[in-house]
């Protein structure tokens, strides 16, 4: 599919770009086939008032005044013999009835006489470019001039040029093709990304889905099969379908965040928090689970930081969430009789003010090559995910990333295996706090 949709636009922007070619290169041949005509119009022109200027006028009878004049042909036109060059221009005269007298040419053209500023007529099997003028003084008409110039000085270089644009054109489409090749493939690359995310994403949904539906489904099957039901049994397994569905409940609530964070359907609504005491009551609410496992979880923050507390800008429940994920994850993989202590510290910068929540472990870690992962959707260090006892979807530090980001935060994490794990939340500091 995705070689399919990368071919496709390939082919569309060589396309279009092969049209733009072609319209500009068609432009660019019309306008230099029309330079070369009005440039052998000019030179045409040129011959023409040169002749023109070098006739000897004289009148028909010299014994009277005011008669009928006529060109002296043998001394105006003499010494301009015939070649044999190529480009050369060639003169035609003709006497005021359009009668041929004087030429150039070996072989007269036999093309009808008419007064006109250019035009190209076929001469045999090639053709000429002409230019015709009535000469006259006054009201009397001395004759016609003739002015021919080979077509060829147009036809061959604009064929040379034709030849040029198609080599070039071809070359250029043929480099836009790779290059349109290698564009839409970039351009697929975040696409085809997103895609095999959702897919795994859709995948692990379904595969944290089905485990605890069928728990559910075996307990309810059990619980109807039974004709003459315990009450100790049914108790049993409402609890286990309660257990279950909370775990539901939890798993879809994950996801339906993720998925409006994903969409920018519910933007962090940004207020005044007062971090201190949010961090007291996420202690407070863990210190039941921790209590269960004798684990002793210690926030005594140093003396430097100043006595009203330290404030940010945050979304309250957003940030809630995200210290209950990171407070119980630690409370989670620490071994009984551990301990749990949260730090905070205010951190300098350029241009703003941090503030940075440690909060550290003595549980059993992380291991080193789980690290890069460890915020991916649904990845756990644990291998048995598939069973129905194991904690945890594997969500919760992706949400805590996601809201570390909605507040321009970072959040890292230093675990070494067996010793213990450190959680480090950056967050910004409210600008009235600074100082």
Same mark, same amino acid.
């Given at each position: ?153 147009? *036809? ?5 040029? %034709?030849? #040029? $644009? /198609?080599?070039? &054109? ?7 093709? =790779? ?65 279950? *569905? ?5 798993? %879809?609530? #994950? $996801? /339906?965040?993720? &998925? ?7 933007? =962090? ?167």
């Amino acid at each position: 599919m995705f070689q399919t949709t990368r071919r496709r636009l390939a082919l569309w922007y060589t396309t279009i770009t092969a049209i733009v070619l072609l319209v500009f290169a068609s432009g660019v041949y019309f306008y230099v086939r029309s330079t070369l005509i009005e440039r052998i119009d000019d030179t045409l022109s040129h011959v023409v008032e040169v002749v023109q200027r070098s006739l000897v006028i004289e009148p028909i009878n010299p014994h009277s005044e005011g008669g009928a004049l006529r060109v002296n042909v043998e001394a105006s036109l003499r010494d301009n013999a015939a070649t044999r060059e190529d480009d050369r221009i060639d003169i035609e005269w003709f006497s005021p009835t359009g009668e041929l007298l004087w030429s150039t040419f070996v072989e007269p053209l036999n093309i009808p006489l008419h007064v006109n500023k250019g035009e190209t007529v076929p001469v045999g099997e090639r053709q000429v470019r002409q230019i015709t003028e009535r000469v006259e003084v006054g009201r009397f008409v001395l004759g016609y001039l003739r002015v021919s110039h080979p077509w060829f000085e147009v *036809t061959k270089p604009s064929r040379e040029f %034709v030849v #040029d $644009l /198609l080599v070039g &054109a071809g070359l250029m489409v043929a480099a836009v093709g =790779a290059i349109g090749w290698f564009l839409s493939g970039l351009a697929m690359a975040p696409v085809h990304e997103s895609y095999q995310r959702l897919k795994q994403f859709t995948a692990d949904a379904s595969h944290e889905l089905r485990s605890p539906i069928a728990v559910i489904q075996t307990n309810v099957q059990v619980a109807l099969a039974d004709p003459d039901p315990d009450p100790l049994t049914q108790q049993h397994h409402l609890q286990v379908v309660e257990r279950l *569905t909370r775990r539901l409940g939890r798993l %879809v609530d #994950d $996801l /339906l965040f993720l &998925a409006r964070q994903d969409s920018s359907m519910a933007p =962090a609504q940004l207020h005044d928090v007062d971090l201190m005491e949010l961090l007291w009551e996420v202690m407070e609410e863990q210190q039941t689970l921790a209590d269960e496992k004798a684990i002793q979880i210690s926030f005594a923050p140093p003396v430097s930081l100043p006595p009203e507390g330290v404030s940010v800008q945050g979304d309250r429940d957003q940030l809630v969430r995200l210290f209950t994920n990171l407070v119980g994850n630690a409370v989670q993989y620490t071994p009984a009789a551990g301990k749990i202590s949260l730090d905070v510290q205010r951190l300098g910068r350029a241009n703003s003010q941090m503030v940075q929540v440690s909060i550290q472990d003595t549980g059993i870690g992380i291991p080193a090559e789980a690290l890069p992962q460890i915020f991916d959707r649904f990845y756990r260090v644990d291998p048995a995910r598939s069973q129905a006892s194991s904690k945890g979807s594997g969500l919760g530090l992706a949400i805590a990333q996601v809201i570390v980001q909605n507040h321009q935060g970072q959040i890292q994490i230093e675990s070494v295996e067996q010793q213990g794990t450190t959680v480090k939340v950056l967050l910004p500091q409210k600008s009235g706090d600074e100082g």
